[in-house]
């Protein structure tokens, strides 16, 4: 920064902010936490070592991993965001589970109406015949596939796709 306010780093540190703080363009004055968890759980020195060997285009992206990883150890000392990461994949594999045992469900219930509904269909056929004890109808009712009633108009016969 050099000059008016120093970096949060180097405010935190109590030091000179120099012109060329690799911190400054990173860890500005406005957000001291951000620099404050970053050196509690890796270290000034070591952020520095890090942030010097990585090209400058990438810089950013490092910082913000480096904040969210350091975020994640102060809530989570031992897993830091391995943990949160497993804890999130778990979370979708179960949800896995319960979408495929709804979709398993839907498909019982959708089978169950398909082979319902011809039964339910034959036993109110049936129940109408037994009720009627018109036994005239029922040859034609039970027959209505004959060749005697089936439409002969060679203009509606398709092609065979063996012939």
């Known amino acids: ?5 120093p970096c949060a780093s180097c405010k935190l540190l109590r030091r000179r902010c120099s012109k060329d703080c690799i911190f400054a363009p990173y860890f500005p ?4 936490h951000k620099f404050a968890i ?3 759980v890796f270290g000034a020195s070591n952020v520095s070592k890090m942030l010097q060997e990585i090209p400058v285009h990438h810089r950013a992206d490092a910082v913000s991993s480096l ?7 102060m809530r989570d000392p031992v897993y830091g965001c391995v943990g949160a990461i497993s804890y999130l994949q778990n979370q979708i594999s179960q949800l896995q589970m319960q979408l495929a045992v709804a979709q398993t469900e839907i498909l019982c219930i959708q089978m169950q109406e398909e082979s319902a509904l011809p039964t339910q269909m034959d036993q109110d056929d049936k129940s109408f015949l037994l009720a009627t004890n018109n036994f005239d109808n ?3 009712y039970l027959n209505f596939a004959s060749s005697s009633n089936v439409i002969q108009d060679p203009a509606l ?6 012939s």
């Open 67 to 73: 904040v969210y990883e350091a975020n994640a150890r």
């Open 38 to 40: 970053v050196h509690k």
């Open 1 to 5: 920064m050099g000059g008016s306010s």
């Open 138 to 140: 029922i040859s034609q």
């Open 157 to 162: 016969k398709k092609e065979s796709l063996w």
């Open 29 to 32: 004055s406005d957000d001291p």
